[in-house]
């Protein structure tokens, strides 16, 4: 079946540089890729999206970027600070199951003060 | 605005035991899903409802049975637990149109072990 691949499955950086995660997907049909935030004991957030028609997204210090080419997309934090602490997840569209949302494993991040 | 509510938050049954986790939403959401969470794997599709009266299966279904018992309420139930069923289990609503998907808001999740 489809998936969604995300790697690295844990990232620990200084407050204040930033972080790449990284997701590639399996299904070219696939038009839809949000990122979701997971805090500790608490459901997954969706914190940014975008759609196949656009190559990029920003929203102040986080931004998402999106090769269909390639079949990967990127999620960018500038300027970490503490409270981004948490599990992301991105997930993809998979045709095969109706468009319904296909996750990757999740990455942990860690921002050390 | 309480968005989407699960009960209960955690619960622990023995092998062979059965119950039903309920989940609700006020946003007027025509889509609901049950997704189940476990280490290292994300969150896997169980089942999910377009609309009110239909449901369909997601990527793992097996040994879970849903009902969409209204708009608001999207019940999912384990008949027999069985240990490989213990996991965080949330349930989500959206609001689709158009074929297209669209942001999925979750509930906080139901934490089961099956002992």
Redesign the interface.
Known sequence: GENVEQHPSTLSVQEGDSAVIKCTYSDSASNYFPWYKQELGKGPQLIIDIRSNVGEKKDQRIAVTLNKTAKHFSLHITETQPEDSAVYFCAASIEEYGNKLVFGAGTILRVKS | NAG?TQTPKFQVLKTGQSMTLQCAQDMNHNSM?W?RQDP??????IY?S?SEGTT?K??VPNGYNVSRLNKREFSLRLESAAPSQTSVY?C?SSEEGG???????????TRLSVL
């Open positions: 989407v899903y997704y290292g794997m994300g969150l896997r599709l999910y377009a369909d997601g990527e949330f989500a074929g297209l998907p669209n942001i999925q808001y979750f509930g906080a999740g």
